[in-house]
């Protein structure tokens, strides 16, 4: 039997990349590492030109256990530029830190690596590998600065509670075979809209086991509690490439499995993550409130971000669908610039990261000033930046779907997170004494990262039309 492996092609580019790095690092002395980083922006980019070509593509392998659809291809476009602009604020963060970079950009390709088969798998046994192969990965960065204790710990903890997480998902999986005999979603999707067909007790354990994995996976509350540390204890990158590329995975596979799959059994899962969505987004807002650092901050941001993404989740059908990829790519450029500013401020040893650490940053670096303030505006919500347009159609979606408490909910919290945003940009333009920050020929790389990151925030909140249409039309072509 001939198989078809067109739909490989971007994943396997990054798989083939992150070998190649792996390679290179055993042969290159310690002042040529540098360029590693160049091969996987190289790899990333080439991977880049592949999804180009293949738009549009509607093809399968594996007999339909690996999708190549407009959905598949977004989110692989979604996590390549999530990698590349990772490894592009990376560079000057490694030297300064000790970390080695060869197994630190492999890791961060075979991440990637996960998350397309996380946005490509048809088959529950195919997604649990993906998801296995990304987490595995970012497990090990987050310890990857052995010198620091918090490292150590954040990469303990995070294993832990993910191994914990797993176990809940694969028994979840295990209950739905049992139950239908299949692990194939189409097939799985075909069974449930067959009339009289009364499936027992234990498929719905397992569809609300495999809820709990996923909710592990973006940090919906109640199972949050591992995030701030982790972020804190991990590499600043990493936390930036886990606060979007993770989460992006996961919602990647709660849209294919949930939203498009399991769509009739809607009623059965909406309640519980309509109670999910608003503790989420409440409890994530109400702690970063009393948070002294800035990185825990943007850590509990992440968890109410998740809850104002699983509104898109409750709202289900097209509009829900196209508010939580549009969402996700508004989220991307202003969480990763954000991370980046953070960057910016370390130095040496020093992690310069409290609230006061901004204190005159707006005067002593311009550019660095007016890019955070666009970020933090942007996470907050005002217009015309891309985190209002992303959340007007998030709420339009529940609005549209009768769930309009719940939008006016997201809407307040929305409103609650002015707070502690505000606060970076108050620090910034009327305290004085803070960290200096690196200059441009200090970092330059890094710098360009959080220009992107600008670049992308701006024009996604001004010209949203084809991001929308693009995040519609991929939705649309799940099947």
């Known amino acids: 039997m001939e198989i078809n492996l067109t739909p490989l092609l971007p994943a396997a580019e990054v798989l083939l990349t992150a070998l190649t790095v792996l390679l290179l690092d055993l042969f290159l002395r310690e002042e040529e590492k540098g360029l590693l980083a160049w091969i996987s922006v190289l790899g990333l980019a080439i991977a880049a030109g592949i999804i180009v070509i293949l738009w549009g593509s509607q093809e399968s392998a594996f007999q339909d ?18 990698a590349l602009i990772t490894v592009l604020s990376s560079t000057h963060y490694l030297k300064e830190t000790g970390i080695r970079q060869g197994e630190y950009y492999a890791l961060i390709l075979f991440s990637t690596f996960g998350m397309i088969l996380m946005a490509s798998a048809n088959d529950l046994i195919l997604f649990f590998l993906g998801l296995e192969t990304m987490s595995i990965a970012v497990y090990v960065l987050t310890g990857m600065w ?20 797993t176990g809940f998902l694969l028994y979840g999986i295990a209950l739905i075979f049992g139950a239908t005999g299949s692990t194939n979603l189409s097939r799985i999707a075909a069974s449930l809209t067959q009339p009289g067909n009364p499936w027992p007790h234990f498929f719905y354990a397992g569809i609300f086991l495999l809820l709990i994995g996923l909710a592990f996976k ?7 509690f591992w995030v701030p540390d982790v972020y804190d204890g991990a590499p600043t990158p990493v936390s930036g490439f886990m606060a979007v590329g993770v989460k992006a995975a996961a919602f990647a596979g709660w849209a294919r499995i ?43 941001s992440s968890i109410a971000h998740a809850g104002y993404l699983l509104i898109a989740v409750v709202a289900g059908k097209e509009d829900g669908g196209q508010a939580l990829l549009y969402y996700l790519l508004t989220y991307a450029p202003m969480t990763l610039g954000a991370f980046g500013v953070v960057m910016v401020l370390k130095k040496g040893e020093k992690n310069y990261e409290a ?34 347009t992303g959340k007007f159609y998030l709420f339009r979606s529940a609005v549209v779907a009768g769930y309009t408490s719940l939008a006016v909910i997201g809407a307040l919290n929305s409103l609650l997170s002015v707070i502690y945003y505000l606060r970076v940009i ?8 803070g960290a200096e920050g690196k200059s441009f ?39």
């Open 65 to 82: 256990s690996y999708l190549l659809d407009g959905f598949s291809l977004f989110f692989s476009q979604f996590f390549v530029g999530v």
């Open 146 to 165: 052995r010198e620091r204790s918090e490292a150590s710990e954040a990469a303990l903890k995070y294993f832990i509670i993910g191994a914990f997480a």
């Open 218 to 224: 973006v940090a919906a509350v109640p199972f949050h």
């Open 258 to 300: 949930f939203l498009s799959q399991f769509a009739p059994l809607q009623s059965e899962w909406t309640y519980p993550l309509w109670v999910l969505a608003i503790l989420t987004m409440t409890v994530g807002n109400l702690l970063a409130i009393t948070q002294s650092s800035v990185k825990r901050m943007l850590a509990y």
């Open 355 to 388: 609230y006061s650490d901004y204190a005159g940053l707006g005067f002593k670096r311009p550019f660095l000033g007016i890019a955070m303030s666009l970020f933090m505006l942007s996470l907050a919500g005002f217009p015309p930046l891309a985190g209002f």
């Open 426 to 433: 108050v620090m910034m333009y009327m305290e004085e004494g």
């Open 441 to 479: 020929a200090t970092a330059p790389l890094l710098y360009a990262a959080i220009a992107i990151g600008v670049i992308g925030t701006i024009y996604l909140g001004l010209l949203p039309a084809g991001a929308l249409e693009a995040s519609r039309l991929a939705f649309l072509s799940l099947r």
